[in-house]
């Protein structure tokens, strides 16, 4: 991969994932407050895709040699598993980042059943 490939990927995968948290909360979060939420998650995002180019074919592989049909699907379990963990990591990360930056304690809500 080429730099400009790179920087361009990132880049494609900053805005929209600065832009996602905003649509779905349906404008109740401002622009600076997503942005962090963007960052890490397009740097987990690309941290993904390089780990899909390097390891999962290596791990689907296997898992379809030992288990059959089965392991394919352990395999594209795996990759959705390392795509949830880097979209959900982004958002606690910057759930975290701005508690600190607000100096806010965390805050324990127990909710009805």
Known sequence: MT???VVATYGALFLFMWWTPRFLLARRLTWRHALPAGAISSVGLMLVALWS??????????????FGAIG???GIFTWL????????????????LEDVRQ??????????V
């Open 3 to 5: 730099v400009l490939v």
């Open 53 to 66: 180019v390097v390891w999962l074919p290596t791990i689907i592989i296997d898992n379809a040699s030992r």
């Open 72 to 74: 394919i699907t352990f």
């Open 81 to 96: 598993y390392a795509l949830s963990l880097a979209l959900v990591t982004g958002a606690v990360v910057a759930g975290a």
């Open 103 to 112: 100096d806010r304690k965390p805050e324990i809500r127990v909710f009805p």
